[in-house]
């Protein structure tokens, strides 16, 4: 045997020791290692939410708070160019973690986003920015396919949402704090610091990540090819879901782009919109568990329909706001609709898919998701720009949002005479076994 594969064995020995350990040790049962990366996911999720909540406020807003005062259909055209970034990424980073391990492709992540991050505070013209978004974009794709296979290799089926249910309030954790504190630092000193600050909480992670994780990746695994999503597309249910799930995140997504430059023009401070998205944050960790718990009761198509009407209301009343707790209200509205819908779609598309299907069933709508989202930052600064009466940006965006109801009280309809079709296959089988 040579001295590598004495070290190869060696350290695959540890590394089984380490996890056999690990899981042992951990707050409510959980592995030590899935604690350590709930921190991590904190940190991260805290510097991001003090500097990415105000880049579109950034590039539009006034000289006064460091602000370039950039055309608005170019930050929308640039916001898209991430998000379409991001979203073909996707398609492959998962199996890149497969073939590469998740540790080795988080930190291909994580290490070069630091640089990149800080970078956003020193350059100065368009195209600059442009390459720096779309580059974060790619390399942000890295570490979430990574991350959700890592707590899949260490965590038991029967807790695995419970894990990633704590990680997404635990993020949002970092949404409460995060943007309150970026918008009192803009204010204070400018935008471009904001930068600086997330670059260096991104940095702080990697230490940990280096020497406090450890590669959970099995061997022999064979990742699908791009062609065996092709079959998912006969699906109709699902790819209708899908459309009209794009149209709903092309709204959605204004939460993030248009409304931190609507606050702006309105005449807000910065941090005014961070109380904002803490707001949103403080809704979504505090009322997931009971709201989610109602909407299984509810079943997954009403849930949607209830989602979007409560997504076009809250964004049309942005029209006719013009003081702090009108904008307030309808944060308030738009986020009770995203409680209801997320948990809602995700459950609906799990059960739609095959069994050994549902990573494709799931990277096909992150798909749809993403390009509806990416398209919708586009569309929705390039018709600010346009307006005259900035206003109605809201106005065409509600539109949008309660035509997509259409959509879905079809779906309800398709997905109701689908369960019908169901259950009298079911009786039928039933009956011929008993004869």
Same mark, same amino acid.
């Given at each position: 045997?040579?001295?590598?594969?004495?070290?190869?064995?060696?350290?695959?020995?540890?590394?089984?020791?380490?996890?056999?350990?690990?899981?042992?040790?951990?707050?409510?049962?959980?592995?030590?290692?899935?604690?350590?990366?709930?921190?991590?996911?904190?940190?991260?999720?805290?510097?991001?939410?003090?500097?990415?909540?105000?880049?579109?406020?950034?590039?539009?807003?006034?000289?006064?708070?460091?602000?370039?005062?950039?055309?608005?259909?170019? !930050?929308?055209?640039?916001?898209?160019?991430?998000?379409?970034?991001?979203?073909?990424?996707?398609?492959?980073?998962?199996?890149?973690?497969?073939?590469?391990?998740?540790?080795?492709?988080?930190? %291909?992540?994580?290490?070069?986003?630091?640089?990149?991050?800080?970078?956003?505070?020193?350059?100065?013209?368009?195209?600059?920015?442009?390459?720096?978004?779309?580059?974060?974009?790619?390399?942000?794709?890295?570490?979430?396919?990574?991350?959700? %296979?890592?707590?899949?290799?260490?965590?038991?089926?029967?807790?695995?949402?419970?894990?990633?249910?704590?990680?997404?309030?635990?993020?949002?954790?970092?949404?409460?704090?995060?943007?309150?504190?970026?918008? !009192?630092?803009?204010?204070?000193?400018?935008?471009?610091?904001?930068? !600086?600050?997330?670059?260096?909480?991104?940095?702080?992670?990697?230490?940990?990540?280096?020497?406090?994780?450890?590669?959970?990746?099995?061997?022999?695994?064979?990742?699908?090819?791009?062609?065996?999503? %092709?079959?998912?597309?006969?699906?109709?249910?699902?790819?209708?879901?899908?459309?009209?799930?794009?149209?709903?995140?092309?709204?959605?997504?204004?939460?993030?782009?248009?409304?931190?430059?609507?606050?702006?023009?309105?005449?807000?401070?910065?941090?005014?919109?961070?109380?904002?998205?803490?707001?949103?944050?403080?809704?979504?960790?505090?009322?997931?568990?009971?709201?989610?718990?109602?909407?299984?009761?509810?079943?997954?198509?009403?849930?949607?329909?209830?989602?979007?009407?409560?997504?076009?209301?809250?964004?049309?009343?942005?029209?006719?706001?013009?003081?702090?707790?009108?904008?307030?209200?309808?944060? $308030?509205?738009?986020?009770?609709?995203?409680?209801?819908?997320?948990?809602?779609?995700?459950?609906?598309?799990?059960?739609?898919?095959?069994?050994?299907?549902?990573?494709?069933?799931?990277?096909?709508?992150?798909?749809?998701?993403?390009?509806?989202?990416?398209?919708?930052?586009?569309?929705?600064?390039?018709?600010?720009?346009?307006?005259?009466?900035?206003?109605? $940006?809201?106005?065409?965006?509600?539109?949008?949002?309660?035509?997509?109801?259409?959509?879905?009280?079809?779906?309800?309809?398709?997905?109701?005479?689908?369960?019908?079709?169901?259950?009298?296959?079911?009786?039928?089988?039933?009956?011929?076994?008993?004869?």
């Amino acid at each position: 045997m040579t001295a590598a594969e004495e070290r190869s064995i060696s350290n695959k020995q540890g590394s089984q020791s380490f996890l056999r350990i690990s899981s042992r040790i951990g707050v409510s049962g959980l592995p030590r290692q899935i604690n350590i990366m709930l921190v991590l996911g904190f940190v991260q999720s805290l510097g991001r939410n003090m500097a990415f909540p105000y880049l579109a406020m950034f590039l539009t807003g006034s000289f006064k708070n460091g602000g370039l005062q950039f055309d608005p259909s170019l !930050v929308g055209f640039m916001i898209m160019i991430g998000g379409l970034a991001n979203t073909f990424a996707l398609l492959v980073t998962g199996s890149l973690c497969d073939r590469f391990g998740r540790k080795r492709m988080m930190l %291909a992540s994580i290490v070069p986003l630091v640089a990149l991050i800080a970078a956003f505070a020193y350059v100065h013209t368009y195209t600059e920015f442009l390459l720096l978004y779309a580059a974060t974009a790619i390399l942000g794709s890295l570490y979430d396919p990574a991350y959700n %296979a890592m707590v899949a290799d260490l965590v038991e089926p029967v807790r695995r949402e419970e894990v990633y249910g704590l990680s997404y309030m635990i993020g949002n954790i970092g949404t409460m704090i995060g943007p309150p504190v970026g918008g !009192v630092l803009a204010a204070l000193g400018g935008y471009p610091i904001l930068f !600086v600050y997330a670059a260096f909480f991104m940095a702080a992670t990697v230490i940990p990540l280096i020497f406090l994780i450890k590669e959970s990746c099995p061997e022999g695994i064979r990742p699908p090819s791009l062609a065996q999503f %092709a079959g998912i597309l006969r699906d109709r249910i699902f790819i209708l879901f899908c459309v009209i799930g794009a149209l709903t995140n092309l709204v959605y997504s204004q939460l993030y782009g248009m409304l931190s430059v609507y606050t702006q023009y309105v005449g807000f401070q910065p941090f005014v919109f961070g109380i904002f998205f803490s707001v949103n944050g403080a809704m979504v960790v505090g009322l997931q568990i009971p709201i989610r718990k109602g909407t299984m009761r509810l079943g997954s198509t009403r849930a949607f329909m209830l989602a979007q009407l409560l997504y076009a209301a809250g964004f049309m009343s942005f029209m006719f706001a013009t003081g702090f707790f009108e904008f307030l209200a309808g944060i $308030v509205i738009l986020t009770l609709g995203e409680i209801v819908f997320v948990p809602a779609s995700s459950g609906f598309v799990a059960n739609l898919a095959p069994a050994d299907m549902r990573g494709r069933y799931m990277a096909m709508a992150g798909l749809f998701f993403g390009v509806g989202g990416a398209a919708g930052s586009f569309v929705a600064f390039s018709i600010f720009d346009a307006l005259g009466d900035k206003r109605l $940006v809201w106005g065409y965006l509600g539109v949008i949002g309660f035509m997509t109801l259409i959509g879905y009280a079809y779906l309800f309809r398709l997905n109701k005479k689908k369960d019908q079709r169901t259950g009298i296959e079911q009786t039928e089988l039933q009956n011929t076994r008993h004869d």
